[in-house]
């Protein structure tokens, strides 16, 4: 699957997965922790946790003392993806907001400022918009683009192949 996008939902744009990554972030390690917060079955979350951890978002190891008891942190993976989930949060908290407002609100824990989503900025401080987006191939492209006219080559050949059958 070339595309980045895809790749990324491959991992994350089942909703669950997307919820137990919001409570990492919001301090939960322990599967109770989880369960309860979410309110998810835990045959469901024991499924999402091991799919998190095997994709390289989560991190699963003992907890300190020992026990058969085991905590969920973040990798850096994990963490890297929180500007992601600030973006998500600020647009859903702007277009999907009840009448009621924002459920949560992000705040910088040093100084209490509210935490707003990411903007794309140039190097001069300006906003980048979409309409300011120049899409252009990539490294990867080369490699995609043989395999993409590999198979396109193909198609004459197959339905050659069909209409001879």
């Known amino acids: 699957m070339p595309c980045p996008i895809a790749r990324a939902l491959s991992v994350l744009g089942e909703r669950w997965a997307m919820l137990i990554l919001r409570e990492a972030f919001y301090g939960s390690t322990r599967f109770d922790e989880f369960e309860r917060r979410l309110g998810i079955a835990p045959n469901i979350l024991s499924n999402r946790l091991k799919a998190l951890v095997e994709h390289g978002l989560l991190e699963k190891t003992h907890t300190p003392g020992g026990g058969a008891r085991h905590v969920y942190t973040l990798t850096e993976s994990g963490r890297e993806f929180f500007p992601v989930f600030v ?15 924002p459920l ?44 993409l006219e590999r198979f396109n080559a193909m198609l004459p050949v197959a339905a050659m192949m069909d209409e001879e059958a």
């Open 87 to 101: 973006s998500l949060k600020g647009w859903a908290d702007r277009w999907r907001a009840t009448e009621h407002g």
């Open 104 to 147: 949560t609100i992000l705040k910088d824990g040093r100084d209490g400022t509210e935490i707003r989503p990411p903007r794309l900025m140039r190097e001069d401080g300006s906003e980048i918009t979409l309409g300011d987006v120049e899409i252009v191939p990539g490294p990867g492209a080369k490699a995609f683009r043989t395999e």
